[in-house]
């Protein structure tokens, strides 16, 4: 492996260290807020997750096509471009195979040029790489078979999975994220993150830290105090589900 491909991998997990989703300004999004929006609860069973990421396959990449049609679009100039607070969305369940939640932010997306129809396509590209348990640590070889399934993008292997394999626990997810991200987003000026249950609690472990170091409390039980106090405030994190981190982020150029 290339050191150019080492640098792709560790650049993400570099800037992940950096975030924290327990930011006082992080707005969080779970699957009552899908329910809510489309009136009934969204089937995630594994077959329809397929069934909707296939479909969307067809609509948004075309036979033959290796890239989303959307990534041929140029942002437009003559959105704001804007910045809004960050978004958390939860997965669905504690299975990671039954994806993320179908949420448009009409308010907060529109500003940077993405519609409603580039989202939801963009959601069941990450929700078809979720269902495949299969591809989550597999070998590239694995992920060739799946290529000529056509349930995967050789372009996702090609031009990321094959840097991020053995760097990171899920590099099917983290390369649909990152194509996302420098194909289509980041010229956007957004910038999506994935996050497993062990980032969250490195995090949580990490704001409770800051957290006792700024109360300036001494001693066990003011620290125990404390500590329950921060809990109690972030009990809306789960301790055992993933996350999807959108930010704005300064534009890019589209990355060759």
């Known amino acids: 492996m290339s050191d150019k491909a080492s640098v792709s991998a560790e650049e993400i997990i570099a800037v992940k260290k950096r975030l924290s989703i327990f930011h006082s300004s992080i707005r969080f999004v779970d699957r009552s807020d899908e329910t809510r929006v ?25 036979k033959g096509a290796i890239i989303p049609t959307q990534f041929r679009r140029k942002p437009s100039p003559q959105a704001p471009y804007s910045t809004f607070a960050p978004i958390c969305i939860e997965a669905r369940s504690d299975s990671l195979k039954r994806g993320f939640p179908l949420v448009y932010f009409p308010q907060d997306l529109s500003r940077h040029d993405v519609p ?36 995967i993008s050789g372009y996702i292997v090609g031009a990321y999975v094959e840097k991020l394999i ?64 921060w809990k109690k405030h972030h009990r809306h994190v789960s301790k055992s589900k993933f996350y999807l981190l959108i930010m704005c982020v300064p534009r890019k150029p589209v990355s060759e």
């Open 38 to 62: 489309h009136g009934t609860k969204v089937s995630a069973g594994i077959g329809h997750q397929i069934f909707r990421g296939i479909k969307n396959r067809i609509k948004n990449h075309g």
């Open 116 to 151: 409603p129809a580039d989202w939801a396509s963009f959601v069941h590209d990450i929700n078809l790489a979720c269902t495949n348990n299969e591809l989550i640590n597999a070998s590239v070889g694995k992920l060739m078979n799946f290529v000529s399934l056509g349930f």
């Open 166 to 229: 053995s760097h990171m626990e899920h590099p099917i997810i983290e390369g649909v994220i990152s194509m996302w991200n420098s194909k289509y987003f980041q010229p956007r000026g957004l910038r999506l993150f994935f996050f497993t249950p062990e980032d969250v609690q490195k995090q949580r472990e990490a704001a409770i830290t800051n957290y006792l170091q700024q109360s300036g409390v001494s001693g066990g039980f003011s620290k125990f105090i404390k500590e329950r106090e």
